[in-house]
């Protein structure tokens, strides 16, 4: 009887010396501190279970541009969300593998930390829970998450970077997704020309200020805080989308006042982000505010502010000119190139 | 070393007793099938395209004439009810094992056999139509089987914009003109239970009662549930009328997925959750 307590007693040592092996390799992985600009709003809390760090960071950036997400290796996450047009990609609706065109503009990627909902119809509340959507769209990558997997998982740059980011070489669903979150936690634009005036470093040209006035008064209801957007969901009138798919947030809901409304998008690096609206309804700034200048669509849940004062924004040439000159205030020259 | 082999003895022949036991004529466990039949009231549904002449027709209570070219739904989280009351889960934690995708142009989905299920007698059965929140998020990895089946191109059973699967989906036409209607039903639910922060639950808990027991034995027995998608436009809960169109109270589409509209067809098929838990199925035999 001694004898096999002393065996199992060697087996049981024998197995805790291996599990103290792997424990030996430590990895440095700091945490990365987010710069939270000044006058932002606190940070979504589904941001604290996810940390970036510097390998989970890398990690993601790399799995952004990755193809093999897409059935046929043609599309990546920044097929579509284009850095240099703050995340976006030029097109009305956005193109997935084979030419197959989607529902909706892409949005933009930028400042998300700070958000409550993602998406035209906020459909996501947690950053960790969007990118599955895109690898399993058929207009978009139309794959699965098993088979980009599987085609990534015995890369030895990506054994390395999940080996430094989690501590072992698995290639999990969990943690692909969080290091695409964690890299677009990272992704913050407040350095532009509106944010260098606020902190006295530069100041508005005259057009500039007279369009951060008339922006003040008829525009700052909806876009409003540091991150441009209330975050709320409105519909304000615009061309409709007849794609029998599209119900806005009323498809999310089920809440008849959400039905083709949308989330006011931010204007930050508004510039870069052409075409406007749920389906670049608008190619120009231009046509955006001669639209609301001449008058929008009336609907049973057409956002009072339009509803009570003639379904629209009275705006001069004059104005349009200078808004246009201040939301050019807003582009992120380091933001788009870095 | 020598006691040793004698524990190695001793448990090679408990082993072998155990195995013996399970050999006897009461088995511990046995099959159960449920037989699903889809029917417009008392008639089979036969599927169809727009113009054909042998699909199954059926009139809602508005007088809307319709037929189907594709049905389809899924059961989860099977229990089955004891005579004493006591609930026996069927694998309700593991979609792969304990969920199937109903495809009435599949003969062989619709039957669905529950194996190893205890010997016992049954008074009631109890599923799910559609996955329940918690274990509605395309989770691949975890149920990989599940997750083929119910996204198959054939099946198209998932819901790519919400990270879940479709509950039900209805392809068929209506009126006399046969118009294009386009039924599909899925949760839209974030959160967790208990707090759900937006959206819908298409999730319906369905008890019936089998018209005799079932008793689980030496005989495999089979229940057969009926799913009578007459009650889909002329349901319990709501008397629904097909329109097609953009504007949000048109219907007859997938912008249905208006979660509003679709919560309509939700509760008839699947009952309203409260005065209502059976929705458009009852049980039409029990075969012992």
Known sequence: ?338 | MQNFKKYLLLSIASLAFVSCSSDDDNPVANNVTLEFNNTFKNTTIVLGAATSTSATTNTSVAGQVHHFSELKYVISNIRLVKDNGDEVPYNVNDLDKGATVIDQSKTATLSYVLSNVPSATYKQIKFGLGIKPEQNTLDQARFPNFYAAAGANDTAMMWEWGSGYRFTKVEGFYDTDNKTMSIHTGSTVQGTAGSYTQGVNAYRDITLNLTTNAVVGSKAPKIKIKADFDKMLSGKTNTITLSTGTGDADNATPNIHTAAQMVKFVDNFGGNGSSDITGMFSVTGVEN
């Open chain 1, 1 to 338: 009887m001694k004898k096999i307590a002393g065996f199992i007693f060697l087996l049981l040592l024998f197995a805790s010396c291996n599990s103290d092996d792997s424990d030996m390799i430590s990895i440095d992985n700091p945490e990365i501190s987010l710069n939270i600009p000044s006058g932002f709003p606190e940070l979504n809390s589904f941001v604290s279970l996810n940390k970036p760090t510097k390998y989970g960071v890398e990690l993601g950036e790399k799995l952004f541009s990755e193809k093999r997400f897409s059935a046929d290796n043609t599309i990546s996450c920044s097929s579509c969300h284009i850095q240099a047009n703050a995340f976006t990609d030029q097109h009305a609706q956005a193109i997935g593998i084979e030419g197959r065109i989607g529902l909706r503009n892409t949005p933009s990627i930028q400042n998300l930390a700070f958000m409550k909902f993602y998406n035209w119809d906020g459909s996501k509340l947690q950053l960790e829970t969007q990118p599955l959507v895109p690898i399993i769209t058929h207009e978009e990558m139309n794959s699965s998450i098993l088979e980009v997997i599987g085609k990534i998982k015995d890369d030895a740059v990506y054994k390395d970077l999940f080996r430094k980011a989690f501590g072992d070489e698995n290639v999990t669903p969990e943690r692909i997704y969080k290091s695409i979150a964690q890299f677009e936690y990272t992704l913050i634009s407040a350095n532009s020309k509106y944010d260098k005036v606020k902190r006295n470093t530069a100041s508005f040209t005259e057009s500039e200020l007279q369009g951060y006035q008339t922006f003040q008064q008829k525009c700052a209801s909806c876009h409003s805080s540091e991150l441009f957007t209330d975050q709320s969901f409105r519909n304000i009138g615009f061309p409709l989308n007849t794609d029998t798919n599209e119900a806005g947030r009323g498809r999310v809901t089920g809440i008849a006042a959400d039905f083709m409304s949308f989330r006011v998008p931010t204007l930050r690096n508004i510039e870069y982000t052409a075409p406007y609206g749920s389906f670049g309804q608008f190619t120009t700034l231009k046509s955006v505010l001669d639209y609301f200048d001449s008058g929008v669509l009336d609907a049973e849940n057409l956002d009072p502010i339009f509803k009570e004062n003639g379904k629209r924004i009275p705006l001069t040439e004059q104005e349009k000119i200078n808004l246009i000159a201040f939301m050019k205030t807003l582009s992120d020259t380091d933001f788009v190139k870095n």
